[in-house]
């Protein structure tokens, strides 16, 4: 037996189970387009067959609505907004992490690194009472600042991981150059640091378009409402045509979905250079 076969063999029970998984996240998402083309009726007298007669109808009517378009508008909004804020604080502190040493360091990067152990959950009603105060309900900030608050701690763990690996000689020839510290962020870091910058703002957008709690607890009113409240309040309104319900729920991943195969490459690059410069 070569080695080529004998690899094979060895990578043959990652693949099935590759497969599997593949298959276990694949037919769920099949099965929920099929049944957006199918009447209700039809959906429980033959809830696994194909549609007959395909209907279209669910799909057009969401997409011909304003409202969908209004929702998805609102997402991207706030989920640009809140990437350019986290992926920008985030930038500048990991520098001061990684190529500054001054007393407390390690201290004051300890204290970020326990955000990740907060939970939002126990924010909410101090988070609530502080947005009210600031005449931020209503308001697309009100969403905008805490997600951001709440990404920079995993973005400044990875930019910070990745700035550390930078070698110290390409600052010492920025500096003979006539580069500050600031020079050498903005001319020599940010662009060595692409992947791992498209790395946190794919996190982040993702993040922040799945997020359903906070601009639940932030808006009252329509008009700033985001995809995953738009999805419960159609849910809620349609409960009894569910075909339709399976419709929107396709439409409302499209977009996330859409962009993560944009950025895939991306994330799995930024991911990849992180480990190997490690």
């Known amino acids: 037996m070569t080695v080529r076969h004998r690899t094979r063999g060895r990578n043959l029970p990652l693949h099935l189970l590759l497969i599997a998984v593949g298959v276990?996240?694949?037919?769920?998402?099949?099965?929920?387009?099929?049944?957006?083309?199918?009447?209700?009726?039809?959906?429980?007298?033959?809830?696994?067959?194909?549609?007959?007669?395909?209907?279209?109808?669910?799909?057009?009517?969401?997409?011909?609505?304003?409202?969908?378009?209004?929702?998805?508008?609102?997402?991207?909004?706030?989920?640009?907004?809140?990437?350019?804020?986290?992926?920008?604080?985030?930038?500048?502190?990991?520098?001061s992490f990684a190529r500054f040493a001054f007393r407390g360091r390690e201290m004051l990067f300890t204290l970020f690194t326990m955000g990740l152990m907060f939970p939002f959950a126990v924010a909410a009603l101090p988070l609530f009472l502080l947005l009210r105060s600031m005449n931020l309900l209503d308001n697309p900030l009100g969403v905008i600042l805490p997600q951001a608050a709440f990404g920079l701690p995993m973005t400044i763990i990875v930019l910070r991981g990745f700035f550390r690996q930078i070698p110290g000689e390409l600052e010492e020839a920025a500096t003979l150059d006539g580069c500050g510290p600031l020079g050498f962020f903005w001319r020599v870091l940010l662009p060595m640091a692409r992947p791992a910058l498209g790395t946190v703002s794919v996190l982040a957008v993702v993040t922040s378009w799945n997020n359903f709690f906070l601009p639940l607890l932030v808006f009252n009113e329509p008009t700033w409402w985001t995809i995953?409240?738009?999805?419960?309040?159609?849910?809620?309104?349609?409960?009894?045509?569910?075909?339709?319900?399976?419709?929107?729920?396709?439409?409302?991943?499209?977009?996330?979905?859409?962009?993560?195969?944009?950025?895939?490459?991306?994330?799995?690059?930024?991911?990849t250079a992180g480990a190997t410069k490690g």
């Open 24 to 95: 276990v996240m694949g037919v769920p998402l099949l099965y929920a387009v099929i049944s957006g083309f199918k009447s209700t009726d039809q959906l429980s007298r033959n809830p696994i067959g194909l549609p007959d007669p395909w209907v279209t109808g669910n799909y057009t009517d969401i997409l011909a609505s304003g409202d969908f378009w209004r929702l998805v508008g609102n997402s991207t909004l706030i989920a640009v907004a809140t990437t350019v804020i986290v992926v920008a604080a985030s930038a500048l502190a990991a520098f």
């Open 228 to 271: 995953p409240i738009g999805v419960q309040q159609f849910q809620g309104q349609y409960s009894q045509d569910v075909a339709r319900v399976f419709a929107y729920l396709v439409l409302a991943m499209v977009p996330a979905l859409a962009f993560y195969s944009v950025a895939e490459r991306q994330l799995v690059g930024g991911l």
